[in-house]
């Protein structure tokens, strides 16, 4: 457990209470503070009692009063939190004062055991989120195939299109039961209500025939069943085949004719049967490619959030940059893939700090240069953490570049000027922004006016010239949605 964290609280909490702290652990060694001089071998036997028996303990020694509380690690005592009375010469105190130094000790334990339950669900987080990774690791590897595959209404209406001109049919049809958008009617003559034809139809299809056991219906005269003779004076024939895969249901693939001189043949039969399977096989390799994508980006808000529970000072920082991206992206009128793209890239820009410790992401002070080494390597951290995943793949360059300078000296590739891929440069622009205009561990947040004018500065030497001017036509908007600071 990271006692260190608490130093500094604890050293304020002293000037305004009189007590000095310090943390034992079970066998009263000390962790954080030793004590006053001369005084721990009582400090140490009160640290041994409290930890046995769990509970508040106090001791006087000649000049000198202690007092602790268990300090808990889930069911398990992990040590104390002590009180001494700073050497002032205080032995005595009144049943008050230790009354109201026990409910001190307290309310101080408890907000360390909360903190450090808070530590301990995120580091599992980072570990489920992690294992995530992993386990997706194996369908991004064929997501590109499934893509190929990718099933489209325009790709299903080319491919009725192509069966009419085969066919000899006057209509071939697709029906999706609540998926209109894959209804498609083509035919070779005009027909008015031919809609509302098609889908009385199937609502004629007898549940009962035997045919619909091997997923087909067949009709080569509708004068010879009466539910079908009602839908048109003029006698016609109806084929129509279920598209479905693996038990799972999808809708149908259907024909119709007027032309009484043929019937519907096995080989046809057989035809939309296959082509039917084929439908059903890529209609069902598109769901899993969305199930996929869903997976994704549900495995990428969870990054999101993970890094956000471990670095406090840049809650809703990955939610900032990508608004401002996305507005950067609208004043050049880019395209909608684009901008998925670039959204992606700015939303997961620091993906890689959840390998980052927290005590140096939450350092109120200077970076020593190890410190700013490990910094450093998030863009890398995030593009290896990112990289198995294939929906993904066209946002890496902006998650790895975004720390690039435009007049050279970045990192981690050390690029410079238009080398730099274009959304690392958006992103620079609007990290930058955010970065200015938001507290951080080791300062307050600059005036949204003012952290324009460092963002202006800076134009030609860290970021690209183009986007800053580009920005600065978006910041009217940042503003109005954002509110003056």
Known sequence: MDYGYFRQFLDGLEGVSGYRFMIADPDGFPLLSEGPAGCLERITELAVQIARENAFRSVSSPGSFFAGVPLMHGSDVAGSLIACSNGNGQAEIGKQQVFKLEKLLVSVSSMMEEKWATQRETEQMSQELAQLVEHIYLYSRIAPQIKT?????????????????????????????????????????????????????????????????????VLNDSRSVPAFAALHPDPFRFLAVRIQDKGKYYGWLGMASFNMRETFRRSELRLLISISEQVAGVVTNA???????????????????????????????????????????????????????????????????????????????????????????????????????????????????HHERFGGGGYPRGLKGEDIPFHARIIAVADTFDAVNSDRAYRSAKHPREALRIVEESAGTQLDPDIVRVFMKAFPSIISEDGEK
């Not at 325009?154 to 049919?169: A, F, P, V, W």
């Not at 000072?313 to 401002?324: D, L, W």
């Open 149 to 217: 595959l990718s099933f489209s209404g325009g790709m299903l209406k080319e491919l009725i299109g192509e069966l009419l001109s085969t066919m000899r049919m006057e209509f071939v049809f697709s029906l999706f039961p609540g998926r209109p958008e894959l209804d498609f009617m083509v035919g070779s003559r005009k027909m008015e209500g031919l809609p509302r034809f098609i889908q009385k139809l199937f609502a004629c299809i007898p549940p009962d025939s035997p045919s619909l056991a091997e997923n087909y219906f």
């Open 287 to 401: 769901e899993l490619y969305g199930e996929l994508e869903r997976f994704v980006i549900n495995v990428v808000e969870s990054l999101v959030a993970a890094i956000e529970a471990k670095d406090i000072y840049t809650r809703g920082h990955s939610e900032r940059v990508n608004r401002y991206c996305l507005m950067i992206a609208d004043e050049m009128g880019m395209e909608a893939p684009e901008r998925s793209v670039l959204h992606w890239a700015a939303i997961l820009h620091d993906v890689g700090k959840i390998g980052i410790p927290e005590n140096i992401l939450n350092k109120p002070g200077r970076l020593d240069d190890e410190e700013f080494r490990i910094i450093k390597s998030h863009p890398e951290k995030g593009f290896n953490i990112l990289k198995p995943l294939a929906p993904l793949a066209k946002s890496l360059e902006g998650i790895l570049h």
